[in-house]
């Protein structure tokens, strides 16, 4: 896929991409922000417990930049079959491993993000027999 050559002055486009950014990082801390201050002040006897929404953080993180990163194959059924059943099995193995143990590390979810986004990548590739384009 080829770009047109953007006919906005170059400084226009890099602020704009550091306005998205800063977008993007405020969203992102918002939220860490949010489920800590819900975990310490939160109702102690609530029937959600706290991995259930650090779980539901690492959906969102690793779907959200999976869909970033697979831009390019919006228009592509495919992609949307093989990203439905990456969340599903996403869903089936989180809650199974989650409401089997107590306590989850938070630093586990950083290799295994890793590994998921990288395999999601992969297997929408594959899906779409297209290479993505390197990310900017």
Known sequence: MHRQPS??????RIWRRVIELAVEVSIAVAL???I???????PKESRIDAKWFAFAANTVFVFGYTLKGVRPFWTKPK???VFTGLVLLHGVIGWAVISRVE???????VPVDM?????????IQLACRALLPPMQ
Do not use: N, Q, S
């Open 115 to 123: 590994a998921e986004i990288w395999a999601a990548l992969i297997a």
């Open 7 to 12: 006919t906005e002055p170059r400084g226009t």
């Open 103 to 109: 306590r989850i590390p938070l630093v586990w979810y």
């Open 36 to 42: 800590v201050l819900y975990a310490i002040y939160g």
């Open 79 to 81: 992609l949307w079959a």
């Open 32 to 34: 860490v922000i949010g």
